[in-house]
């Protein structure tokens, strides 16, 4: 099409402009151009005109942040649907040193946060594994390893990415039929530069010097370095005429970090409150009630800590960066550009922790008033004094690998007809990088823990215990484990794209695709159960190892570390010199040390196939405006294989843990399949030349998460009194399917400034939850309850005192059927209790994948932008406001469909900034939302973790020395911000944690 548009035309006379100075604008203009993305990226289905106008479009001459936001604007205001980006300030320059953190200043963008860094990102209360990425417009692959195994997710982690070699980030809120599916929330696509583009030499080298206040908030032994390095460069140029061109960019980052974090990891047990049994505080009038201060009523809820533990987190990062391009332009009508991208992201994680464990026995409490009632304080009485005071440590590494290959042809057949081709090979790999696996653990403890008492009613977890002490002659290592967690996902795809201009106001855009994506998750597991000790374990430990510690020293930053009641002398201690002495003192040092064997290995192919068709028109009735309608076709294929254990038995080895003893691994095969067909529609008028309508409908599809879809059903290795735990995937799952309506009023009155307000409804149908099934897998016979077990009670005379039960079983009846007893610590037996024919059947209960119902979530966008003039004064800010009626019912135990991830979120930016200096402030603002809805409870109950409101104010500053010399200096969280997570109420904590500022120096030199 050769129409020009009005609007363009008034801006350009209004205007002296000449072409683009900056070299970074034209590193995204150019970027921005139809020949160089894949033939499937979002832009595709811009008119000609607007493509021609994208690669030549010209830009008052200004630099840095204004030039930032004002292309920003520019990209709003001139594609169709609801379109948000983030501009490169400069080469090598991003506003934000990481993607993420720079995308949560877009309205309706919210991060999570890891190790105190942008991890993935929620759009429109939309969550991560329901947002595609796209580098250039290719699909990119995910993997990331959680705590205790793969993740699983498909969300993609941009902590893996530097900022430095990225020209441009596009958030589509809208769908459209070009774009890949898979983003219910958004597609984002992430732009580098091409050389070809450019039609210049570019070079540039960066340095930064960082410093993390978290790592100083670490004990010693773990202590990183406190300054750490930066260095970054940029080189493209070209050469034969324009014919050839060579782009090469790399970063090296290393940054040691460290976080600490307070509360009940292991989750909160909800309980009725007419209950009994399973750990639930006395009935009124029955024995203990009398130390129950405002007992929860029978129609309450409330629920009773599991632990509570403080830990101290050591994170030492290394992340390497790269790209190489080459182009090839043997005419004006055909370019070739092959690339390769290379990302790795290594983390070293030290960790020491403080725990106490409750068992439920006797106690003390007191609570606020129902219907949710909530622990002010609770209190084990431990008579014997007894029971461990925990310590332990972690040393593991972890590394992510991402990869990608891609070749583009883009051919001009002539001035109305265009194809292009565009393929890519891409692999996102994560597994261990220690021999002590991708994650550990090694528990030590003394068993002198006498009564022990939290007081929750500050934001830090009062742990009191006024009877106990740190005695090093009696510390032990308990139990251990050693895990190796594997992932590795990879896309193939190739597509063809073409592009018809039908008449000057029509084309028709249409193109074809196929795109095969490959997950395999495994993981083994090494562990050892000896979490009552071993006998004559302290015997194994000079006192020496030891390390003398204050919590305060830790966690000086969260309110209540002052309470004088707080217990906080315990030891530290150096990992690799107790797993030596562990694994000297077992007689075998593979029992600490991970498996390269995987016990539980699973595999998942999924084949798509597509098409698409865009028709696009123009037309004026009063006023410019223009629509597309657009129809994609998706049909996918699910294969899922799975290796996992066969669980054998029951082994009973400690009060509190239960093992699922395994044998040899078998395989499963399950597959579905589904197809789609997803209508678009995008409509937009220019009332005026200063005020833009958009309305928007499309259909999209965000497909399961690897875990929903993997096959075979896993047996937790742990279980608990109450029974055990597990999972299976449903290959069969059908995708989420949205149906979305967008409406949006823009408004640009002056440079640089710009008002906007969008409303947003999404009709979700197909959303997966969880369904718990109790279930009875391999008929595997419990000791709890069984003949041992109930004599010890009863002629025994232990009653429900587990202590004593395994005592009785342990002095009676070593040697016989399923009895070993192998020594004995505290004056208490250990040893191990085996199910036996006879005993009770073991309930365990499955955690299931489903579609289960249907819900909406609607919401509204607020934008402004203003330059004040020539001053160089500006401020940018938004608001979003999301809800949904998939909302958590704390009342409820049962597996519930709540929204993960949906608030509010609002930003605040303001700039200054001249020929030599700049400043810019960011506020950023979280509203409270749901993290999760299970914490892992050995109830196997629901109960929800939500994140508590959270705010950061990020600083910037800049000087230019030269056209060629900057400097740049930034702190990070400035408040040092506080991020804290509760259950049904805020006083059922589940973590609080410190993570501190921190500080970056740069320069940057511009060749």
């Not at 395994?806 to 505290?826: A, F």
């Not at 909406?856 to 940018?876: D, I, T």
Request: include cysteine; proline fraction near 5%.
């Amino acid at each position: 099409m050769k129409h020009v548009h009005p609007t363009r035309q008034r801006q350009a006379r209004g205007m002296q402009r000449q072409p683009i100075a900056a070299a970074c604008a034209l590193l995204f203009f150019a970027a921005a151009a139809h020949a160089q993305q894949a033939p499937a990226a979002p832009e595709t289905a811009a008119s000609e005109a607007q493509r021609k106008a994208d690669a030549t479009i010209d830009t008052v001459v200004i630099t840095g942040i204004r030039q930032s936001l004002d292309t920003s604007l520019n990209l709003k205001r001139q594609q169709r649907g609801v379109v948000d980006g983030i501009v490169a300030e400069d080469i090598g320059k991003f506003p934000d040193t990481n993607l993420a953190e720079s995308m949560q200043r877009i309205s309706g963008v919210s991060i999570d946060r890891s190790m105190g860094e942008g991890s993935k990102v929620t759009v429109r209360g939309v969550g991560p594994d329901f947002n595609l990425v796209l580098l250039n417009g290719r699909q990119m692959p995910a993997s990331t390893l959680a705590d205790t195994g793969p993740s699983n997710s498909r969300a993609f982690d941009f902590a893996n990415l530097a900022t430095e070699s990225i020209a441009a980030l596009e958030v589509y809120k809208t769908s459209r039929a070009s774009a890949p599916t898979g983003g219910i929330g958004a597609t984002i696509n992430i732009k580098t530069a091409r050389p070809l583009d450019t039609k210049k030499t570019i070079a540039s080298i960066g340095v930064k010097a960082v410093h993390d206040g978290g790592n100083s908030r670490l004990p010693d032994n773990i202590k990183g370095d406190s300054v750490t390095p930066e260095v970054s460069g940029i080189y493209s140029t070209t050469f034969g005429e324009g014919m050839f061109g060579v782009s090469v960019s790399g970063s090296f980052q290393k940054r040691d970090a460290g976080y600490n974090s307070a509360g009940v990891p292991n989750g909160w047990l909800p309980f009725k409150g007419d209950e009994t049994g399973n750990g639930a505080i006395p009935l009124p009038g029955a024995p203990g009630s009398e130390r129950i201060t405002n007992r929860p009523g029978p129609n309450d809820v409330y629920s009773l800590p599991q632990n509570v533990n403080y830990n101290m987190n050591a994170i030492s990062r290394e992340r390497t960066n790269g790209q190489v391009t080459f182009q090839f332009a043997p005419t004006k009508s055909l370019t070739t550009t092959l690339d390769y991208t290379a990302s790795q992201n290594k983390v070293h994680t030290r960790r020491n922790d403080l725990s106490a464990w409750f068992s439920f026995g006797p106690s003390s409490s007191s609570w606020t008033s129902g219907p949710i009632s909530a622990p002010l304080n609770y209190t084990e009485l431990i008579a014997n004094g007894d029971a461990d005071l925990s310590m332990g440590g972690a040393d593991f590494a972890t590394k992510n690998d991402n990869k990608s290959l891609g070749f583009n042809a883009d051919w001009k057949v002539n001035n109305k007809l265009r194809f292009a081709f565009d393929a890519h090979h891409s692999t996102a790999e994560s597994g261990a990088d220690s021999p002590w696996g991708s994650n550990n653990v090694i528990g030590t403890a003394s068993f002198n823990r006498g009564q022990t008492g939290v007081d929750f009613s500050q934001d830090l977890p009062i742990l009191i215990m006024p009877t106990t002490t740190r005695n090093a002659a009696l510390q032990q290592v308990t139990g251990s484990s050693f895990r190796n967690s594997y992932m590795k996902a990879q896309v193939d795809q190739q597509q063809i794209s073409g592009s018809w201009d039908i008449s000057d106001e029509s084309k028709l855009d249409f193109g074809v695709g196929l795109t095969k994506a490959k997950n395999r998750s495994a993981y083994s597991n090494v562990q050892l159960d000896n979490w009552g000790g071993v006998a004559n374990g302290p015997a194994n430990y000079p006192d020496n190892v030891w390390i003398p510690q204050d919590l305060r020293d830790f966690f000086g930053k969260i309110g209540g570390v002052g309470d004088p009641r707080l217990f906080t002398l315990f030891y530290t201690f150096d990992f690799g010199t107790v797993r030596d002495l562990a694994a000297k003192g077992n007689g075998d040092p593979s029992k600490y040390l991970a498996s390269n064997v995987f016990s539980t290995d699973r595999r998942t192919t999924e084949k798509s196939s597509s098409a698409y068709a865009e028709y696009t028109r123009e037309w004026e009735l009063g006023v410019p405006m223009s629509a597309t309608v657009g129809m994609r076709y998706e049909k996918t294929k699910v294969t899922s294989s799975a290796l996992v254990p066969i669980a054998t038995g029951i082994t009973w080895g400690s009060n509190n843990e239960l093992t699922v003893l395994k044998g040899d691994p078998g395989f499963t095969t399950l597959d579905g399949k589904y197809s789609y067909w997803l209508p678009n529609i995008d409509y937009q008028a220019d009332l005026t030349d200063k005020l833009k309508l958009r309305a928007s409908y499309g259909t999209t599809i965000g497909r399961p998460g690897w875990d929903a879809i993997q096959g075979g059903q896993t047996l937790n290795d742990l279980a608990r009194l109450s029974g055990g735990t597990g999972s299976q995937g449903n290959p069969g799952l059908k995708p989420l399917k949205s149906k979305n309506i967008d409406f949006s009023l823009e408004y640009y009155y002056a440079r640089s400034s710009y008002v906007a307000a969008g409303v947003f409804r999404k009709n979700i149908s197909n959303y997966i939850g969880s369904t718990l099934e109790n279930a009875t897998p391999f008929n595997l016979h419990t000791p709890i309850g069984g003949a041992y077990y109930n004599e010890a009670s009863t002629t025994g005379a232990c009653g429900s005192d587990i202590t004593c039960i395994r005592d009785y079983i342990l002095n009676r009846y070593d040697g016989q059927p399923g009895v070993t007893k192998t020594g004995e610590s505290n004056g208490h037996a250990l040893g191990t209790i085996v199910g036996q024919p006879g005993d009770p059947v073991a309930n365990f209960q499955i955690t299931v994948p489903a579609n289960t119902q249907s819900n909406s979530l609607k919401g509204f966008e607020l934008n402004v932008q203003h330059a004040f003039g020539n001053s160089g004064f500006g401020v940018a800010a938004n608001y979003t406001k999301v809800k949904s009626g998939l909302k958590y019912d704390n009342a409820s135990f049962a597996q519930q469909y709540a929204l993960v991830g949906l608030s509010d979120s609002a930003n605040l930016v303001g700039f200054y900034e001249d020929a030599k200096f700049s400043v810019r402030v960011a506020y950023n603002w979280r509203d409270k939302f749901l993290a999760a809805v299970n914490d892992g409870n050995q109830l196997g109950r629901s109960a929800p973790i939500f994140t508590e409101p959270y705010s950061q104010v990020d600083i910037s500053l800049g000087y230019n020395f030269s056209e060629k010399l900057s400097m740049q200096a930034e702190v990070i969280n400035v408040g040092d911000s506080i991020l804290r997570q509760h259950g049904r109420t805020s006083e059922e904590v589940y973590s609080v944690t410190q993570t501190g500022r921190r500080y970056m120096l740069g320069l940057r030199y511009k060749f």
